[in-house]
């Protein structure tokens, strides 16, 4: 994903002997590094050494929400405060990421994100040490997700501004399609090896190899080069941000997609918080059951990614993306009510390959329908509501659970998304006309 996407030329000019000869040393290996389509970013030296970097931390953070959630459920035994943790870890991308876009064009963004990284591997190793004597509560462990969903809503802006500073500008469609695959492949790595890791090293041990699994992103951090923006002036954040949303709100079909990204994000996202409940609860499947859930989830999703990447150019991406997220919708309600982990697992696996279907016609819409000026703007909105509503659909269905099944709770969350969707498609022509 991708919050800005400047013109890039073929060989960017840059200030500094040192730094125009490694970039040129660069271009040259991309020149002689000849990829399949599927993964033709990877050809660009910098995006595979940040891709990787990136590949390696994701699986410790995949690991850390295994152990976090199962933590959870030990220390409370109940789905209201998985739903809590889960709020206080995303609530501060509703407030921080609209900010943290601004900042992103504003700062130097390897700086910010050395800053984020080594904020989010600090925590990391605190929670290990609170777990390891025995001494955490419910509540740090809920202070802890703030903090570290904090430094998440402010790196993650900046990642999207970086990303296509390290690619040629025909080769951004198919990174922003690997970044989804790396982070998904990280979803069935970190959940089955955190599973495990639970097993053997106890939930400490699974916080403490994520705060080690940050070393890999921080050092890719300090290899990469890239052209650096140029400074200029800005208008006020009010202002900026007060334009993105006047720009919104005049395109109709941008209008519509973040209105149903919306609509993902509260009533369907959620759903993976409440995965540790099904496991532990209603299919009886311990910690190792749970890393298959995930990595199932996870495996799907790697799928969808490759379909995009390997597609190339999606076409009546209005039609794909309503019938991908009512796929994804129906899926949540079968596995809601699903007592065999057979059928869970596929379950999990075509929840997660429609999701990333849906959220990939979502990203790639938005992408090229932004104009350059407002794209950064425009990709800060986008990021608030997909990652900003989880956590307020997260406590609507923790709440809701302390009244009705959490399995009931979910699934009627799942319904009202998909008649949304139906809903949209049926009296939105700019929907249906997305091409």
């Given at each position: 994903m991708s919050a800005t996407e400047p013109s890039q030329p073929d060989a960017p000019l840059l200030v500094g002997t040192e730094e125009a000869a490694a970039v040129a040393r660069a271009l040259a290996s991309e020149e002689a590094l000849r990829l399949p389509q599927v993964i033709r970013a990877l050809r660009n030296p910098n995006f595979r050494l940040f891709w990787s970097?990136?590949?390696?931390?994701?699986?410790?953070?995949?690991?850390?929400?295994?152990?976090?959630?199962?933590?959870v459920l030990v220390l409370t035994n109940s789905a209201f405060w998985l739903g809590v943790v889960g709020f206080a870890g995303s609530i501060p991308f509703l407030f921080f990421t609209l900010f943290g876009g601004v900042i992103a064009d504003r700062v130097n963004k390897r700086k910010l994100l050395l800053?984020?990284?080594?904020?989010?591997?600090?925590?990391?190793?605190?929670?290990?040490?609170?777990?390891?004597?025995?001494v955490i509560t419910v509540w740090e462990v809920a202070l802890i997700a703030f903090l570290n969903g904090?430094?998440?809503?402010m790196n993650a802006p900046s990642y999207q501004a970086l990303v296509p500073r390290l690619v040629r500008r025909e080769d951004l469609t198919n990174a922003i399609a690997l970044n989804s695959a790396q982070f998904n492949m990280s979803r069935i790595l970190g959940p089955t090896l955190g599973g495990y890791a639970m097993v053997l090293l106890g939930v400490a041990g699974n916080f403490f190899l994520n705060g080690v699994s940050f070393l890999a992103v921080l050092w890719?951090?300090?290899?990469?080069?890239?052209?650096?923006?140029?400074?200029?002036?800005?208008?006020?954040?009010?202002?900026?941000?007060?334009?993105?949303?006047?720009?919104?709100?005049?395109e109709r079909q941008m209008l519509v997609?973040?209105?149903m990204t919306a609509a993902v994000s509260l009533f369907g996202i959620p759903f993976l918080t409440f995965i540790p409940y099904f496991a532990k609860v209603q299919l009886n499947a311990g910690e190792s059951g749970l890393g298959w859930l995930l990595?199932?989830?996870?495996?799907?999703a790697v799928l969808g990614a490759v379909t995009i990447a390997a597609k190339g150019n999606l076409r009546h991406r209005g039609v794909v993306l309503t019938v991908s997220g009512l796929f994804f919708f129906l899926a949540i309600i079968c596995f809601c009510y699903s007592h065999r982990f057979a059928l869970s697992e596929g379950l999990a696996l075509c929840e997660g390959y429609s999701g990333i279907l849906m959220i990939s016609c979502f990203n790639v819409s938005i992408q090229h329908l932004?104009?350059?000026?407002?794209?950064?703007?425009?990709?800060?909105?986008?990021?608030?509501?997909?990652?900003?509503?989880?956590?307020l659909g997260a406590l609507l269905a923790g709440e809701l659970s302390r009244h009705i099944p959490t399995?009931?709770?979910?699934?009627?969350?799942?319904?009202?998304?998909?008649?949304?969707?139906?809903?949209?498609?049926?009296?939105?022509?700019?929907?249906r006309e997305l091409d």
């Open positions: 970097g990136n590949f390696l931390s994701n699986i410790g953070t995949w690991m850390q929400n295994v152990a976090q959630g199962w933590l800053v984020t990284q080594t904020a989010m591997m600090l925590l990391a190793f605190v929670l290990a040490a609170l777990a390891w004597f025995k904090t430094a998440m809503s890719a951090l300090t290899r990469i080069r890239y052209p650096e923006d140029e400074r200029t002036r800005h208008e006020s954040i009010w202002a900026s941000l007060r334009a993105g949303f006047a720009y919104l709100h005049s997609l973040m209105w990595a199932s989830s996870g495996f799907g932004s104009s350059d000026a407002m794209r950064g703007r425009v990709m800060s909105i986008y990021t608030t509501s997909f990652l900003g509503l989880p956590p399995g009931h709770a979910l699934a009627m969350m799942a319904a009202v998304a998909a008649i949304m969707f139906l809903g949209f498609f049926a009296f939105s022509p700019a929907l």
